[in-house]
């Protein structure tokens, strides 16, 4: 059974921080692309980072350079996302997912049609 579940997500505060986490099961791991995406009230879903789990390559959507930071320990299937200096409009439910198909290179994409298999997501609420 294909599983990612999302955990860490909470409240913070405006400069805080808070650290995700993506535990996968049931779907292969190596060569694919994991990324994180987030979807706030009434907008739609926005890719947030990705990391090939193969070599670490990551990417990031401007809005979270410098603040958030993809990894992976493929040894556990888990892929984070640590979220520093974090920001009122950070407040969104986080999602994982992973790529639908695998690849040798990494070729990075945040277009959720890209990704295959989903998380239900975890909270993450910024105070001002």
């Known amino acids: 059974q294909v599983q990612l579940v999302e955990s860490g997500g909470g409240l913070a505060h405006t400069g805080g921080s808070l650290k995700l986490s993506c535990v996968t099961s049931?779907?292969?791991?190596?060569?694919?692309?994991i990324a994180w995406f987030r979807q706030a009230p009434g907008k739609e879903r926005e890719g947030v980072s990705c990391?090939?789990?193969?070599?670490?390559?990551?990417y990031y959507a401007d809005s979270v350079k410098g603040r958030f930071t993809v990894s992976t320990d493929n040894a556990k299937n888990t892929v984070y996302l640590q979220m520093n200096s974090l920001k009122p409009e950070d407040t969104a439910v986080y999602f994982c997912?992973?790529?639908?198909?695998?690849?040798?290179?990494?070729?990075?994409?945040?277009?959720?049609?890209?990704?295959?298999?989903w998380g239900q997501g975890t909270q993450v609420t910024v105070s001002s």
């Open positions: 997912a992973r790529s639908n198909l695998a690849m040798l290179g990494f070729t990075p994409t945040l277009d959720p049609r890209e990704y295959k298999y």
């Open positions: 990391i090939f789990s193969t070599d670490g390559s990551t």
């Open positions: 049931g779907l292969h791991f190596g060569n694919y692309t």
